[in-house]
């Protein structure tokens, strides 16, 4: 199977597609993938495609027609050759997308380019007309460009559709590359858009904790890895994972290299490459192999997401890229968003993976369900830790990694749910259901066993009272939005919620005072008196009456410290944990 990649002008941003192919017989079927593994939600891809049209080797068109949203069936008797042309809208620029303007054509293939059902396992071509002087950033084979006329033809290929469609690049003349060689992995650092890499303390940091990664899960699937980067200019934090890639879009660019953001780089890069073994290639049962014509149901988006977001930033943490400052910082931004979330008390984290496909990953209901990511990586810092408390930290969630890597990934077996449990039983020597049947398969607040965990170690959290008196005495969260503040969360029975505010209300008055980014002060002026707010709410206006309530308060701020009186067995079970000194 052939495609054929091309466009005219750039700043129409539509992507001309060819698809070269054989037939299936009298109908051939032409399918638009409906979703993008790494974002478990429905992407409705084809809405972006027009001028679709199909044509046999002579080039007469055949009669096709829709069979649903996004797939095309096709006359093909008498047919040797099918061509199928369109045109690809790219607008969307984030590390999932594809995107066409003056400066780069980026293109995640899942996204643009559809395939023939019965023909995923055929060797793929892809032909790029490019301009002189473009780069491409891909994991992609590549041959060497032939010059036509004042472009040149770039040809890649993939050995199937799993892999083109897995293979996102960059095509562009201001690219910038740097090359390590960890073992036996080489590892390309690519940068696309404005930026000044501090290229010596990317290439050390990197060649750390990618050092880190290979010795923990004792051999790599790939022997070549690219972290390729859209370098944005303004505030955008995205990755998305691939088997020998990762796309990240972040930013802001201008402040990229400066201390917390060039953490939070670290901390999405080391994530990244983390998926490269957990769920690119130990895959759950549900996605073995993907389906991408419909939703892939699975409640293990605590394993594939949260144990991988356990690693990103704990990795950094044990090969000594992050400080233990550095570390504790980003832990205790996951604690705070599952105190804040009471979604915690209606669905459980495994249920919540399963919805990700229902509400994708927007907001939605407030507080209907939890967030893979963050309580998953908790519940992973909670299972490491029974681990090593029932082994005398002889053993680990390492240990279970490289089983699903070894033992079922590298021999050609997906895992169940039952199958991640029962080798964490085998691996700790001792059941965990307490922690499955109360904290991962019903809703549950996380308090205490993040004690215990926190406590085997040496560590304890601490809380202190909200900042802003709103969040503090009312039990509500704002953000400004042109000279108002818009309710963001509302904590059940607090003063808000009873005074009948609710989620995405403006606010624009309080006791007759219009708001000039001063809502806090007046909060914090009227104390513990009763006011009166204005909102403003599907352009209707309504006015309530807010009162704290006496002794209580809401949303904490929650803060992770040493012990200073740590026992020796503490000091000994962090040094294990970290591989530092208490």
């Avoid at 399918?31 to 679709?52: I, K």
């Avoid at 080391?270 to 939703?295: A, G, Q, S």
């Avoid at 700790?428 to 996380?446: E, L, P, R």
């Avoid at 202190?464 to 000279?483: H, N, Q, W």
Wanted: hydrophobic content about 35%.
């Amino acid at each position: 199977m052939k495609y054929i990649v091309s466009y005219a002008p750039h700043h129409q941003h539509f992507i001309d597609i060819e698809i070269v192919t054989k037939t299936t017989g009298d109908k051939t079927n032409i399918q638009c993938p409906a979703w993008r593994p790494g974002r478990y939600e429905l992407g409705n891809f084809s809405e972006n495609v027009r001028c679709w049209k199909a044509l046999n080797e002579k080039g007469e068109e055949l009669e096709f027609r829709k069979l649903n949203k996004d797939l095309w069936e096709v006359d093909t008797a008498n047919c040797k050759e099918l061509h199928v042309f369109y045109n690809y809208y790219a607008t969307d620029l984030n590390a999932g997308s594809t995107y066409l303007d003056d400066r780069q054509l980026y293109m995640n293939p899942v996204n643009c380019c559809m395939y023939v059902p019965e023909l995923t396992n055929e060797t793929i071509s892809m032909e790029m007309l490019l301009p002189e002087g473009y780069k491409i950033a891909t994991s992609m084979k590549m041959g060497t460009p032939k010059k036509v006329e004042t472009h040149f033809l770039h040809t890649l290929s993939a050995s199937n559709y799993d892999e083109l469609a897995d293979s996102p690049l960059i095509a562009s003349p201001t690219l910038q590359l740097e090359t390590i060689q960890v073992e036996k992995l080489k590892v390309n650092i690519w940068f696309q858009g404005e930026i000044k890499p501090n290229w010596g303390k990317i290439k050390n940091d990197f060649s750390v904790f990618v050092l880190e990664q290979i010795q923990l899960m004792d051999g790599c699937p790939v022997d070549e890895y690219h972290f390729i980067y859209q370098a944005l200019p303004y505030k955008f934090h995205h990755g998305v994972e691939h088997l020998g890639s990762t796309i990240i879009a972040i930013g802001p660019c201008y402040n990229l290299m400066k201390y917390d953001p060039f953490n939070s780089f670290l901390g999405v890069s080391c994530h990244e490459l983390f998926h490269c073994w957990n769920i690119k290639t130990i895959r759950p049962v549900e996605m073995f192999p993907y389906d991408y014509t419909k939703e892939n149901y699975s409640r293990l988006g605590y394993v594939y997401e949260g144990v991988t977001d356990y690693y990103g930033d704990y990795l950094l943490l044990r090969s000594g890229v992050f400080t233990e400052f550095d570390y504790l910082k980003a832990v205790q931004q996951q604690i705070q968003k599952h105190f804040d979330n009471y979604g915690r008390f209606n669905l459980g984290v495994a249920d919540s993976s399963f919805d990700t496909w229902v509400d994708g990953y927007a907001q939605g209901a407030p507080y209907r369900r939890v967030s893979i990511y963050t309580e998953g990586a908790l519940l992973a810092f909670i299972v490491d830790t029974f681990i090593r408390s029932h082994t005398s930290n002889t053993k680990s969630l390492d240990d279970v990694m490289r089983t699903l890597y070894h033992n079922y990934a590298m021999q050609g077996k997906p895992y169940s749910e039952s199958d991640y449990w029962n080798i964490i039983e085998q691996t700790a020597g001792q059941s965990c259901k307490n922690i499955f049947d109360n904290y991962v398969n019903k809703a549950a607040t996380f308090d205490k066993p993040l004690e215990e965990a926190l406590l085997y170690i040496g560590l304890m959290m601490q809380t202190s009272p909200a900042k802003k008196y709103c969040e503090r005495y009312y039990g509500m969260k704002v953000i400004e939005e042109d000279g108002r503040y818009k309710v963001t969360a509302v904590v059940p029975a607090s003063p808000a919620e009873l005074a009948g505010i609710c989620v995405n209300d403006d606010i624009d008055l309080i006791n007759g005072h219009s708001l000039k980014g001063n809502f806090h002060d007046w909060c914090a002026y009227y104390g513990q008196d009763q006011v009166r707010l204005s909102l403003v709410s599907q352009s209707f206006r309504r006015y309530v009456n807010v009162k704290p309530i006496e002794g209580k308060e809401y949303f904490p701020s929650f803060f992770v410290i040493k012990k200073k009186d740590a026992t020796p067995a503490q000091k000994e079970a962090y040094k294990a944990w970290a591989k530092h000194e208490f």
